[in-house]
T-cell receptor
Framework: DTEVTQTPKHLVMGMTNKKSLKCEQH?????MYWYKQKAKKPPELMFV???????INESVPSRFSPECPNSSLLNLHLHALQPEDSALYLC???????????????FGPGTRLTVL | DQQVKQNSPSLSVQEGRISILNCDYT??????FLWYKKYPAEGPTFLIS?????DKNEDGRFTVFLNKSAKHLSLHIVPSQPGDSAVYFC???????????????FGKGTKLSVIP
């Protein structure tokens, strides 16, 4: 089973709203990721959590706030977003590295976010 | 500076024939390479990967070839089927770059159209 689930599938929000995106995996992966993808572009890494600790923050604006409450869940809290933040937000997970080799990241279906 | 390049934005192939998607990279630290398939408004689906200790990996209709000296990899799909029509992303990572080893560097993608 290589399933990563994300909710909601679609989200429309105003610039003053607060909302959260949720991601869940039950593969025992201890690394989880948030990506942002604009149309016709590759995914851009936003955050990486490793063993529930924030490992990488790719200079993401503070209006995006990640949270990893446990090893299976990853949230992305949104507040005061701008219309240019409209995109597909992807969650991914992978094993953490016990060998020299990098592990495959498995992606969820994404949340299509529209900011009005 | 684009470290992973997919120079063909699109490719059309007849059903039943071979599809060959190409990817070039510039960072000699990359040692793990992946191909993902993506349908519009969905998350990328992992297809196949290869580590730098190999030059070929096969899984069913999909074969990935790695030429380290040329810093080039290719994905072969044989035979191509209409359901293979999607955008294909090449991605790479460097396992010995500390926290950066979690990062996947994506190419811009190649849109494959398989014509019935």
């Amino acid at each position: 089973d290589t399933e990563v689930t994300q909710t909601p599938k679609h989200l429309v929000m105003g610039m003053t709203n607060k909302k959260s995106l949720k991601c869940e995996q039950h593969m025992g992966h201890r690394a989880m990721y948030w990506y942002k993808q604009k149309a016709k572009k590759p995914p851009e890494l936003m955050f990486v959590y490793s063993y529930e600790k924030l490992s990488i923050n790719e200079s993401v604006p503070s209006r995006f706030s990640p949270e990893c409450p446990n090893s299976s869940l990853l949230n992305l809290h949104l507040h005061a977003l701008q219309p240019e933040d409209s995109a597909l937000y992807l969650c991914a997970s992978s094993q953490t590295r016990s060998t020299r080799l990098t592990d495959t990241q498995y992606f969820g279906p994404g949340t299509r976010l529209t900011v009005l | 500076d684009q470290q992973v390049k997919q120079n063909s934005p699109s490719l059309s192939v007849q059903e039943g024939r071979i599809s060959i998607l190409n990817c070039d990279y510039t960072n000699s630290m990359f040692d793990y390479f992946l191909w993902y398939k993506k349908y519009p408004a969905e998350g990328p689906t992992f297809l196949i990967s290869i580590s730098s200790i190999k030059d070929k990996n096969e899984d069913g209709r999909f074969t990935v070839f790695l030429n380290k000296s040329a810093k080039h990899l290719s994905l072969h799909i044989v035979p191509s089927q209409p359901g293979d029509s999607a955008v294909y992303f090449c991605a790479a990572s460097a396992s010995n770059s500390g926290a950066g080893s979690y990062q996947l560097t994506f190419g811009k993608g190649t849109k494959l159209s398989v014509i019935p």
